[in-house]
Nanobody, 123 residues
């Protein structure tokens, strides 16, 4: 069992930066691939970014590539999403997720999920 709790969401203006954090409650955090997804009402959950268990490899959605950076600190059982140059289209509930395996982009590939944190970008 892995418990995940996101934080850091909020309301910002277009062009601003924001950092999301995800804290994991597990003794084996370093063995999990971690990812961020986002979702808006009426749409499917969308892949944002993923990072390998040791932090050596990352994947990004084309829509956020070059603006967002995923990172992790295994000593702190935490994963982060640094968001820059935020756009109104980035508005969504952002959730972190974990899986025991290689990086995947499908929500169904992830077993553990946090409750989500709201990010709202105004223009």
């Amino acid at each position: 069992q892995v418990q995940l709790v996101e934080s850091g969401g909020g309301l910002v203006q277009a062009g601003a930066s924001l950092r999301l954090s995800c804290a994991a409650s597990t003794r084996t955090f370093s063995g999990y691939t971690m990812a961020w997804f986002r979702q808006v009402p009426g749409k499917e959950r969308e892949f944002v970014a993923a990072i390998s268990s040791n932090g050596g490899a990352t994947d990004y959605a084309d829509s956020v590539k070059g603006r967002f950076t995923i990172s992790r600190d295994n000593a702190k059982n935490a994963v982060y999403l640094q968001m820059a140059s935020l756009k109104p289209e980035d508005t969504a509930v952002y959730s972190c997720a974990a899986r025991a395996g290689v990086r995947r982009k499908g929500p169904a590939d992830y077993k553990y999920w946090g409750q989500g944190t709201q990010v709202t970008v105004s223009s």
